[in-house]
C-alpha cells in the first residue's frame, strides 16, 4: 500500500514538522481518503500528493531546531550533566540487568490486555473488578456482567496469539512487540558489534524478523527496506508513522549495554532509530536510552530525565513537552492532574495523537517523577493513564528496574513471568528471562 489510506496522517505530521500544507494541496489529500488501495489512479495521485508535501519548506516562524543527523542533534543538545562512574561488579550489573528486563516484561504485560483502551474504559474495569489501583496483573476471570460491560475477550492480541495478556490465561511473558525488539537488539549487537550501523539494523530486520510482528513505522520501513530503499530513506518514504512511538520502544538495550554512558547509549540508539524515525521519534529513542544508561550510576528519576532531555535537542518538541511535565511536578500539580494535562493537549482518542512519541513520553515522564522508586505505583501509571498502556508501562518498569534490581522487584509482578518469555525473532522463541540478562551483562565489555 502505497500511502493512500494514511494520507490524512501524513499531513498532520508535515504540519507538526513546521510545513505549511497550502489548502488546495490538503483537500485533494482529504478527497483521497477512504478511497480503495486497487484504485489505480487514487493512488498515483496520493503518491503525487505526498511527495509534494515532503519537499514543502519549513515555515520562516517554526520555533524548533530539530535535525535528523546524529552529529547535528549532538550539537542542539543542552550543557551535558556530569555523571559519577560506574563502579558495578558483574554480578551487581547482572541484578540490575536483569531487573530492567523483568521490569520492561512485567510493565508491558501490566498493560497488554487493554492496548488500544481509553482512559476511562481501563479505570472503569479495574475499579468494577476490584484491583485500582492496580496492585497486580490484570485477570479476565471477573464477573460476566463485568465482562460484557467493557468487552473483555480473552481471544485476540496481538500477532494473531490467542489469550491476549490477562494474567490467568498466561503461563509466562507472551510475545509482544515491547519486548521482541529488545531481544532483537540484543542479537544485533551480538551477531554486528557495538560498531553496527543503520544498515545493520536493517540487514537483522529483514533476516530475523517477520513483517508482521511489525506495526506502523517499523512496517513502513521494513517495507522500504525490502524494496533495496536503504536508510536514512527508509524512514520517510510512505511513513506518516515516522515521529510515532516504535523507536522509542526500542532504546532498551542500548541503554542497558552503556552503564553509565548515555552519550554513547543514545549514539546507539540514533543508529537503530534512523532506519524508520525522523525529529522527535528519532530522539524518543535516544531519550529512553541515555536515562537507561544514566539509572545505573544516578538513584533520583528527576536527574535521569535531565540526563535523558542531555542528549536531545533542547529546542526540540520533545524537550519542550518533558519540561512540562518537569514544571508540573516541581509545582505541586497532583498525579491525576498531570495525566489530565496530556490528555488536554493531545487526544488519545485519535490514531495518530495516540500512537506519537511525544504525549507517551510525557506520561513515561510522568510515571518516572511520581512513581519514583515504587514499581507498582510507576507501572500502574503507564496503564492507568491510557494512551499506548503496554508501551509506556514497559519503559517505566524498565527504568524502575535498572534502578532497583531484579532482587527489590515485587514478586507479585516477577513470580508470574516465571523468568520466561516468547519472542517473535527468529532463533529465540521461549527464552529464559535471566538468560538474556546474562547474554546482555557479556555485551557491557564491549561497549
Same mark, same amino acid.
Given at each position: 500500500?502505497?500511502?493512500?489510506?494514511?494520507?490524512?496522517?501524513?499531513?498532520?505530521?508535515?504540519?507538526?514538522?513546521?510545513?505549511?500544507?497550502?489548502?488546495?494541496?490538503?483537500?485533494?489529500?482529504?478527497?483521497?481518503?477512504?478511497?480503495?488501495?486497487?484504485?489505480?489512479?487514487?493512488?498515483?495521485?496520493?503518491?503525487?500528493?505526498?511527495?509534494?508535501?515532503?519537499?514543502?519548506?519549513?515555515?520562516?516562524?517554526?520555533?524548533?531546531?530539530?535535525?535528523?543527523?546524529?552529529?547535528?542533534?549532538?550539537?542542539?543538545?543542552?550543557?551535558?550533566?556530569?555523571?559519577?562512574?560506574?563502579?558495578?561488579?558483574?554480578?551487581?550489573?547482572?541484578?540490575? =540487568?536483569?531487573?530492567?528486563?523483568?521490569?520492561?516484561?512485567?510493565?508491558?504485560?501490566?498493560?497488554?490486555?487493554?492496548?488500544?483502551?481509553?482512559?476511562?474504559?481501563?479505570?472503569?474495569?479495574?475499579?468494577?473488578?476490584?484491583?485500582?489501583?492496580?496492585?497486580?496483573?490484570?485477570?479476565? @476471570?471477573?464477573?460476566?456482567?463485568?465482562?460484557?460491560?467493557?468487552?473483555?475477550?480473552?481471544?485476540?492480541?496481538?500477532?494473531?496469539?490467542?489469550?491476549?495478556?490477562?494474567?490467568?490465561?498466561?503461563?509466562?511473558?507472551?510475545?509482544?512487540?515491547?519486548?521482541?525488539?529488545?531481544?532483537?537488539?540484543?542479537?544485533?549487537?551480538? @551477531?554486528?558489534?557495538?560498531?553496527?550501523?543503520?544498515?545493520?539494523?536493517?540487514?537483522?530486520?529483514?533476516?530475523?524478523?517477520?513483517?508482521?510482528?511489525?506495526?506502523?513505522?517499523?512496517?513502513?520501513?521494513?517495507?522500504?527496506?525490502?524494496?533495496?530503499?536503504?536508510?536514512?530513506?527508509?524512514?520517510?518514504?510512505?511513513?506518516?508513522?515516522?515521529?510515532?512511538?516504535?523507536?522509542?520502544?526500542?532504546? @532498551?538495550?542500548?541503554?542497558?549495554?552503556?552503564?553509565?554512558?548515555?552519550?554513547?547509549?543514545?549514539?546507539?540508539?540514533?543508529?537503530?532509530?534512523?532506519?524508520?524515525?525522523?525529529?522527535?521519534?528519532?530522539?524518543?529513542?535516544?531519550?529512553?536510552?541515555?536515562?537507561?544508561?544514566?539509572?545505573?550510576?544516578?538513584?533520583?528519576?528527576?536527574?535521569?530525565?535531565?540526563?535523558?532531555?542531555?542528549?536531545?535537542?533542547?529546542?526540540?518538541?520533545?524537550?519542550?513537552?518533558?519540561?512540562?511535565?518537569?514544571?508540573?511536578?516541581?509545582?505541586?500539580?497532583?498525579?491525576?492532574?498531570?495525566?489530565?494535562?496530556?490528555?488536554?493537549?493531545?487526544?488519545?482518542?485519535?490514531?495518530?495523537?495516540?500512537?506519537?512519541?511525544?504525549?507517551?513520553?510525557?506520561?513515561?515522564?510522568?510515571?518516572?517523577?511520581?512513581?519514583?522508586?515504587?514499581?507498582?505505583?510507576?507501572?500502574?501509571?503507564?496503564?492507568?493513564?491510557?494512551?499506548?498502556?503496554?508501551?509506556?508501562?514497559?519503559? =517505566?518498569?524498565?527504568?524502575?528496574?535498572?534502578?532497583?534490581?531484579?532482587?527489590?522487584?515485587?514478586?507479585?509482578?516477577?513470580?508470574?513471568?516465571?523468568?520466561?518469555?516468547?519472542?517473535?525473532?527468529?532463533?529465540?522463541? =521461549?527464552?529464559?528471562?535471566?538468560?538474556?540478562?546474562?547474554?546482555?551483562?557479556?555485551?557491557?565489555?564491549?561497549?
Amino acid at each position: 500500500m502505497k500511502g493512500l489510506s494514511c494520507i490524512g496522517f501524513e499531513l498532520r505530521q508535515a504540519e507538526d514538522e513546521g510545513r505549511a500544507v497550502p489548502e488546495e494541496l490538503a483537500a485533494r489529500a482529504k478527497a483521497l481518503e477512504g478511497r480503495p488501495v486497487t484504485d489505480a489512479q487514487a493512488v498515483a495521485e496520493a503518491d503525487e500528493i505526498y511527495a509534494q508535501v515532503q519537499k514543502l519548506p519549513l515555515r520562516a516562524e517554526y520555533p524548533y531546531r530539530e535535525p535528523d543527523a546524529l552529529e547535528e542533534i549532538q550539537a542542539e543538545r543542552p550543557a551535558p550533566v556530569p555523571l559519577p562512574e560506574c563502579t558495578l561488579t558483574r554480578e551487581e550489573l547482572y541484578n540490575r =540487568i536483569y531487573g530492567g528486563w523483568l521490569g520492561r516484561c512485567g510493565g508491558c504485560l501490566l498493560g497488554q490486555p487493554v492496548e488500544g483502551w481509553h482512559r476511562e474504559r481501563i479505570t472503569g474495569l479495574m475499579r468494577e473488578s476490584g484491583n485500582f489501583p492496580p496492585k497486580g496483573y490484570l485477570s479476565s @476471570d471477573i464477573p460476566q456482567e463485568v465482562r460484557e460491560r467493557y468487552g473483555v475477550v480473552d481471544e485476540g492480541g496481538p500477532y494473531g496469539a490467542k489469550l491476549k495478556g490477562w494474567i490467568n490465561n498466561v503461563p509466562h511473558m507472551p510475545e509482544d512487540d515491547d519486548t521482541n525488539y529488545t531481544v532483537i537488539a540484543l542479537k544485533l549487537l551480538e @551477531d554486528y558489534g557495538p560498531d553496527f550501523t543503520p544498515a545493520d539494523v536493517a540487514e537483522c530486520w529483514l533476516a530475523c524478523l517477520p513483517l508482521l510482528h511489525t506495526c506502523t513505522a517499523e512496517r513502513a520501513a521494513y517495507i522500504n527496506l525490502a524494496n533495496l530503499v536503504l536508510p536514512p530513506d527508509s524512514a520517510t518514504l510512505h511513513n506518516p508513522y515516522r515521529e510515532w512511538i516504535g523507536a522509542q520502544i526500542r532504546g @532498551d538495550m542500548f541503554g542497558y549495554v552503556c552503564p553509565g554512558q548515555p552519550e554513547k547509549a543514545a549514539a546507539l540508539a540514533w543508529r537503530d532509530a534512523s532506519i524508520s524515525h525522523v525529529k522527535n521519534g528519532i530522539y524518543g529513542e535516544m531519550y529512553i536510552a541515555a536515562m537507561l544508561a544514566a539509572a545505573f550510576v544516578l538513584d533520583n528519576p528527576r536527574d535521569l530525565v535531565e540526563a535523558g532531555l542531555a542528549q536531545i535537542p533542547a529546542k526540540s518538541r520533545l524537550t519542550e513537552a518533558v519540561r512540562k511535565v518537569i514544571g508540573w511536578y516541581e509545582g505541586g500539580v497532583s498525579l491525576e492532574e498531570a495525566v489530565d494535562l496530556v490528555h488536554s493537549q493531545w487526544d488519545e482518542k485519535n490514531g495518530y495523537d495516540w500512537c506519537h512519541t511525544i504525549p507517551n513520553a510525557m506520561l513515561v515522564t510522568i510515571g518516572l517523577l511520581y512513581g519514583g522508586h515504587d514499581y507498582t505505583k510507576a507501572i500502574s501509571v503507564g496503564t492507568v493513564a491510557g494512551f499506548d498502556t503496554d508501551c509506556n508501562s514497559a519503559t =517505566i518498569g524498565s527504568i524502575v528496574g535498572i534502578l532497583l534490581g531484579a532482587k527489590a522487584l515485587p514478586e507479585c509482578w516477577t513470580g508470574p513471568l516465571n523468568d520466561t518469555l516468547k519472542s517473535g525473532v527468529d532463533g529465540f522463541g =521461549i527464552v529464559k528471562i535471566s538468560d538474556l540478562a546474562n547474554r546482555t551483562v557479556d555485551l557491557c565489555g564491549r561497549n
